[in-house]
């Protein structure tokens, strides 16, 4: 008998690496001696007849004593040669000769995989279905395999793959989140520095143009990161909605902003359009949405050289009827270009991952994940991109997606988007505490705040932040999450137990904090706040975001430059 453990499974294990058995008997032995062997080894799943050193047939445990059970069957079968039971179930059968034999009893190279061999056998008849499989070796032996024990064996293998896949996956996301963090620091600090600059009214139109050289390049490098960040995170299915009130009127108007320069440094006429019943407070995922359209955008106007690009942004009409019951509007997209064009054989893979049309190629602009990422971001709204397009005329991208109608009175607008220059009068004298460990991003954080009016102290890394909480006392700290010393998880961890102790016995008021973070994974966010954190920024920023965020938190009015 030939035995081997399922123990070491592997993912590359064949019916070579499975508990096999070679209970084989000829023609003549009697069914007493077969009985006797069934009842001495219950893990043999059969046995196989022989006869002139030839496989003649195969007759499984379940069924030899089936038929032993029959009327007269002890009698018939256990005290004659084996090969009357096996005459009778190979008439039932319809067994005649080796041929049939083979086509109705599976017989398997031990090189077969266990899960090509598990389809292979639940193909079977359904009479046949659990009967033991023949297994074949190189030099010819046959050897029993027990159908249960190749279940079993796939779905062990089954957990293999699924804990190698889990492995990879977190192998995947820290290294993700680590070259989040490596690539987003040093852009928070060229971004930020940049952002300091422009504050300066001394500087010539020269100059301010060169900063604005800086600030593009430096987002268009941000974006790139962003895309190949959001794909890895499509491809774990890690990517959710997260749906906000916005106004959508200002968001429209922003990327006309963002990218009128760009196309005007092409000679491209950047139009953007929407009718006059589109609502303009509105709820869905802000951020994918702009993100959607900044790609289509980006994209029509790189592969334009002459004409025009525009984004017109309409209510579905034929919906309107039912959906203002509940508030609920269908509202459609559509960026126009007067563009090279797409080829029609080339449309059907513009959304696949870092697939990119023959002008794209040659152009050498963009990853060929932009498309994939923003068709993704729409289906997740509930809609699809569609495309139309006529060679050397122009292309059209067509969405539409679901929004909820918000109220004027339901949503909360903020302040007019002018830059900040300083605090209204009449406030109290509000302490910021800056924890970051890297100096540039640190500098850009004090010099901004101090520019403002805020008083601000720093800290380069948590256990300082602990520290000067007791002493320095902030109305907020801005709390930078991944740091040398004590990262900012445990520092707010510390600072909210110490506030919990001071409150049994004082007044003291509690600290806002606000998270700084380079994450890319949007479940880090929840870590975040369970750490004890109000808020969270994630980095690359904008100034706007920042102050937005702090005058949230305190309830700090500032003056705008006119």
Same mark, same amino acid.
């Given at each position: 008998? !030939?035995?081997?453990?399922?123990?070491?499974?592997?993912?590359?294990?064949?019916?070579?690496?499975?508990?096999?058995?070679?209970?084989?008997?000829?023609?003549?032995?009697?069914?007493?001696?077969?009985?006797?062997?069934?009842?001495?080894?219950?893990?043999?799943?059969?046995?196989? *007849?022989?006869?002139?050193?030839? /496989?003649?047939?195969?007759?499984? $445990?379940?069924?030899?004593?089936?038929?032993?059970?029959?009327?007269?069957? /002890?009698?018939?079968?256990? &005290?004659?040669?084996?090969? #009357?039971?096996?005459?009778?179930?190979?008439? %039932?059968?319809? *067994?005649?000769?080796?041929?049939?034999?083979?086509?109705?009893?599976?017989?398997?190279?031990?090189?077969?995989?266990?899960?090509?061999?598990?389809?292979?056998?639940?193909?079977?008849?359904?009479?046949?279905?659990?009967?033991?499989?023949?297994?074949?070796?190189?030099?010819?032996?046959?050897?029993?395999?027990?159908?249960?024990?190749?279940? /079993?064996?796939?779905?062990?293998?089954?957990?293999?793959?699924?804990?190698?896949?889990?492995?990879?996956?977190?192998?995947? #996301?820290?290294?993700?989140?680590?070259?989040?963090?490596?690539?987003?620091?040093?852009?928070?600090?060229?971004?930020?520095?940049?952002?300091?600059?422009?504050?300066?009214?001394?500087?010539? =139109?020269?100059?301010?143009?060169?900063?604005?050289?800086?600030?593009?390049?430096?987002?268009?490098?941000?974006?790139?990161?962003?895309?190949?960040?959001?794909?890895?995170?499509?491809?774990?299915?890690?990517?959710? +909605?997260?749906?906000?009130?916005?106004?959508?009127?200002?968001?429209?108007?922003?990327? &006309?902003?963002?990218?009128?320069?760009?196309?005007?440094?092409?000679?491209?006429?950047?139009?953007?359009?929407?009718?006059?019943?589109?609502?303009?407070?509105?709820?869905?995922?802000?951020?994918?949405?702009?993100?959607?359209?900044?790609?289509?955008?980006?994209?029509?106007?790189?592969?334009?050289?002459?004409?025009?690009?525009?984004?017109?942004?309409?209510?579905?009409?034929?919906?309107?009827?039912?959906?203002?019951?509940?508030?609920?509007?269908? *509202?459609?997209?559509?960026?126009?270009?007067?563009?090279?064009?797409?080829?029609?054989?080339?449309?059907?893979?513009?959304?696949?991952?870092?697939?990119?049309?023959?002008?794209?190629?040659?152009? &050498?602009?963009?990853?060929?994940?932009?498309?994939?990422?923003?068709?993704?971001?729409?289906?997740?709204?509930?809609?699809?991109?569609?495309?139309?397009?006529?060679?050397?005329?122009?292309?059209? !991208?067509?969405?539409?997606?679901?929004?909820?109608?918000?109220?004027?009175?339901? *949503?909360?607008?903020?302040?007019?988007?002018?830059?900040?220059?300083?605090?209204?009068?009449?406030?109290?004298?509000?302490?910021?505490?800056?924890?970051?460990?890297?100096?540039?991003?640190? /500098?850009?954080?004090?010099?901004?705040?101090?520019?403002?009016?805020?008083?601000?102290?720093?800290?380069?890394?948590?256990?300082?932040?602990?520290?000067?909480?007791?002493?320095?006392?902030?109305?907020?700290?801005?709390?930078?999450?991944?740091?040398? @010393?004590?990262?900012?998880?445990?520092?707010?961890? $510390?600072?909210?137990?110490?506030? &919990? !102790? $001071?409150?049994?016995?004082?007044?003291?008021?509690?600290?806002?904090?606000? =998270?700084?973070?380079?994450?890319?994974?949007?479940?880090?966010?929840?870590?975040?706040? #369970?750490?004890?954190?109000?808020?969270?920024?994630?980095?690359?920023?904008?100034? %706007? @975001? +920042?102050?937005?965020?702090?005058?949230?938190?305190?309830?700090?009015?500032?003056?705008?430059?006119?």
């Amino acid at each position: 008998m !030939f035995i081997t453990t399922s123990d070491t499974l592997t993912l590359d294990s064949t019916l070579a690496d499975l508990p096999s058995y070679d209970f084989e008997v000829s023609l003549t032995t009697l069914g007493e001696v077969v009985s006797k062997k069934f009842q001495q080894h219950p893990e043999i799943p059969g046995v196989m *007849i022989s006869a002139d050193s030839q /496989l003649r047939g195969m007759i499984s $445990r379940t069924r030899f004593f089936e038929w032993l059970s029959r009327p007269y069957g /002890l009698e018939t079968f256990l &005290k004659r040669p084996i090969r #009357s039971l096996w005459k009778m179930i190979a008439e %039932a059968e319809g *067994i005649l000769d080796a041929k049939t034999l083979l086509e109705k009893y599976l017989i398997l190279s031990t090189t077969c995989t266990i899960d090509k061999a598990v389809e292979l056998a639940l193909n079977r008849s359904t009479s046949l279905a659990y009967e033991p499989i023949l297994i074949e070796s190189p030099d010819g032996e046959h050897r029993l395999l027990d159908m249960q024990v190749l279940l /079993l064996a796939q779905s062990q293998l089954f957990a293999l793959a699924k804990n190698a896949a889990d492995a990879a996956n977190r192998t995947k #996301s820290e290294f993700l989140t680590n070259m989040s963090h490596e690539l987003r620091t040093p852009l928070n600090a060229i971004l930020g520095i940049t952002q300091l600059l422009t504050r300066d009214p001394s500087l010539s =139109a020269e100059q301010q143009q060169h900063l604005g050289i800086i600030t593009s390049s430096g987002e268009y490098l941000l974006d790139l990161i962003n895309h190949i960040l959001e794909m890895s995170r499509i491809e774990t299915a890690r990517v959710t +909605l997260n749906k906000n009130r916005f106004d959508l009127y200002r968001l429209l108007n922003n990327l &006309k902003q963002i990218l009128q320069l760009k196309a005007l440094s092409k000679g491209l006429k950047l139009i953007v359009d929407y009718t006059p019943d589109l609502p303009q407070y509105v709820e869905t995922d802000k951020g994918k949405l702009e993100q959607v359209l900044i790609n289509l955008l980006n994209n029509a106007i790189n592969f334009t050289q002459q004409g025009s690009v525009s984004l017109k942004v309409s209510v579905v009409r034929d919906e309107l009827s039912v959906e203002n019951e509940n508030k609920q509007q269908t *509202i459609r997209f559509e960026v126009k270009d007067t563009g090279f064009g797409i080829a029609p054989e080339e449309i059907n893979a513009l959304f696949s991952a870092f697939e990119q049309t023959k002008i794209g190629r040659e152009s &050498k602009q963009g990853t060929g994940l932009g498309l994939a990422i923003s068709q993704n971001f729409v289906q997740l709204m509930g809609g699809k991109i569609t495309v139309k397009s006529t060679l050397n005329k122009g292309t059209v !991208f067509t969405f539409d997606i679901k929004i909820n109608r918000i109220d004027d009175d339901e *949503i909360k607008t903020s302040e007019d988007t002018c830059k900040v220059i300083g605090l209204a009068p009449d406030q109290l004298n509000y302490r910021i505490l800056v924890v970051e460990d890297h100096p540039e991003s640190r /500098l850009f954080l004090v010099k901004l705040l101090k520019s403002i009016g805020f008083c601000v102290h720093e800290a380069e890394n948590g256990q300082e932040a602990v520290e000067l909480r007791s002493s320095y006392l902030p109305h907020l700290i801005l709390m930078n999450m991944r740091m040398p @010393v004590m990262d900012g998880y445990e520092a707010s961890k $510390r600072i909210r137990s110490v506030e &919990k !102790f $001071r409150r049994s016995f004082s007044t003291e008021p509690v600290t806002v904090i606000i =998270a700084l973070t380079a994450s890319a994974f949007e479940e880090d966010y929840s870590k975040i706040l #369970s750490a004890g954190c109000d808020d969270f920024i994630y980095k690359p920023f904008r100034e %706007a @975001v +920042l102050l937005d965020k702090i005058a949230h938190h305190l309830g700090v009015r500032y003056l705008y430059k006119e």
